[in-house]
């Protein structure tokens, strides 16, 4: 069975390994990002099961075109993993709104768009599955991060109110709250604060984008059929 | 087939209500036990059924059985 998913976020980091996941396990991937080059490298490194796709989340006119592109062009689309997001760090004294509304555009108000834009075609077919990107500091809270930490919990938000809507249709929604995982994103740190970080994870090491990925898969597929808006952590027991 | 038919039945076949439910006053709320996401359904299947797109503001104004079937006698459809 060949199945689609929608990955956003998909060019590189967590995004690029949830889509090698996919593919390699025999689903055709449309991978949506920004980052043009990477997008390209990323879909010649996955061969003709990824197809790239440019597209911003927080474009509410191209989410809606590309979405009914990419149904038009590969067919019904059985998953949507919400991955695409950015950080904006500093002190709330500090926040400019701008760099408030930047992260929320892209890490809630795109996932919002992106679900609207496939529910109603998963609605249409009478399955889906779609998993939403959040974070450990959701549920813990991160100083200098207000911004982010808002938009991963609504993103759980989010998840519990979709899995409601959908559950009696066939479609499941769920999150994943990543711990501490090596990526671009976390590479910006200095080697002090990522050792810091992982001395306090009690597995004693961060967590590879792989680890995630197997998580996604798990929840996409059916072998979690009977799981629906749920919040899995996969952070090497940070948050228990 | 008549308009007041086709549209009884997908009627049935969406809600599964039984066909002396369906008249053209029943409310798909009150009287046919129709959830706001069973309604969106409902339009899906209009739209499917009849080929045409219906915007959100026209559909939630199709609240009874006799709105839809007066909406889509008005927009002349070829088949
Ligand atoms: N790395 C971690 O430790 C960690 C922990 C918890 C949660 N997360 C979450 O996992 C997700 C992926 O993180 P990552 O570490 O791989 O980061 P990353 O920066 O490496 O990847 C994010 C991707 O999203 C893309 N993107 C950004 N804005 C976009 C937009 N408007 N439209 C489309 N694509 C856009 C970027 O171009 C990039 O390719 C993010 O949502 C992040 O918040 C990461």
Request: with cysteine; hydrophobic share 45%.
């Amino acid at each position: 069975m060949n199945r689609i998913a929608v990955v956003t976020g998909a060019a590189r980091g967590i995004g690029y390994s949830i889509s090698r996941k996919l593919v390699s396990s025999g689903w055709s991937v449309a991978g949506c990002d920004v980052l043009e080059d990477d997008l390209m490298a990323a879909s010649g490194k996955l061969g003709d099961a990824f197809s790239p796709w440019i597209l911003d989340v927080t474009d509410e006119d191209a989410v809606k075109d590309v979405s009914g592109r990419i149904e038009k062009e590969l067919g019904s689309v059985f998953g949507l993993v919400n991955n695409a997001g950015i950080t904006r760090d500093g002190l709330i004294m500090r926040m400019k709104k701008s760099d408030w509304d930047i992260v929320l555009n892209v890490n809630l108000t795109g996932a919002f768009l992106m679900c609207r834009a496939f529910s109603r075609l998963m609605l249409r077919q009478k399955e889906g599955s779609i998993v939403n990107i959040s974070s450990v500091v959701a549920l813990l809270g991160a100083a200098g991060q207000a911004n982010y930490v808002s938009t991963k919990a609504g993103l759980i938000g989010l998840t519990r109110a979709l899995s409601r809507e959908f559950a009696a249709r066939n479609i499941r929604v769920n999150a994943i709250a990543p711990g501490f995982i090596e990526t671009e994103m976390t590479r910006e740190l200095s080697k002090e604060v990522r050792e810091d970080y992982a001395s306090r994870v009690p597995v004693k090491r961060m967590g590879q984008p792989e680890n995630i990925a197997d998580a996604v898969h798990f929840l996409l597929n059916d072998v979690s059929s009977y799981i629906t808006g749920i919040v899995l952590p996969v952070d090497g027991g940070l948050t228990t | 087939m008549s308009l007041e038919t086709r549209v009884t039945e997908i009627i049935i076949d969406k809600l599964g209500v039984k066909p002396e439910q369906v008249t053209m006053e029943a409310q798909f709320d009150t009287d046919l036990g129709a959830d706001s996401i069973d309604q969106y359904e409902l339009i899906m299947g209009f739209e499917d059924a009849f080929g045409l797109r219906i915007d959100e503001d026209e559909a939630t104004k199709l609240t009874t059985v006799g709105k839809v079937v007066e909406y889509l006698k008005n927009k002349d459809l070829d088949n």
